[in-house]
Nanobody, 116 residues
Framework: VQLQASGGGLVQAGGSLRISCASS????????MGWYRQAPGKQRELVAT????????NIADSVKGRFTISRDNAKSTVFLQMNSMKPEDTAVYFC??????????WGQGTQVTVSS
């Protein structure tokens, strides 16, 4: 199983970025998907999750109204569109895939840096 995150980089405050996570080795359409992030010296925190059918199931208050999670089951890919970004959004962003009573898979992460 592979979850390959990409699209991270450096963006100015107020800017936008879209990160992607392409999966292989799983039946993507059966899995819930999510994005978490971890800033230096902090615990990993949930950003947003989306169900197998595309229903957004959870989104952090800190990103509500600015970030949107979506998925393309045909491409086995989940996306995180990040708008109106803030320096506090700086973190390594990880994607995850899981099904109930199944294994939880994690990707390797992509660095997102927001400059002030």
């Amino acid at each position: 199983v592979q979850l390959q995150a990409s699209g991270g980089g450096l963006v100015q405050a107020g800017g936008s970025l879209r990160i992607s996570c392409a999966s292989s080795g799983i039946v993507f359409g059966l899995y819930n998907m999510g994005w978490y992030r971890q800033a230096p010296g902090k615990q990993r925190e949930l950003v947003a999750t989306i169900g197998s059918s595309g229903t957004i199931t959870n989104i952090a208050d800190s990103v509500k109204g600015r970030f949107t999670i979506s998925r393309d089951n045909a491409k086995s890919t989940v996306f995180l569109q990040m708008n109106s970004m803030k320096p506090e959004d700086t973190a390594v962003y990880f994607c995850t895939a899981w099904i109930l009573a199944g294994t939880n898979y994690w990707g390797q992460g992509t660095q997102v840096t927001v400059s002030s």
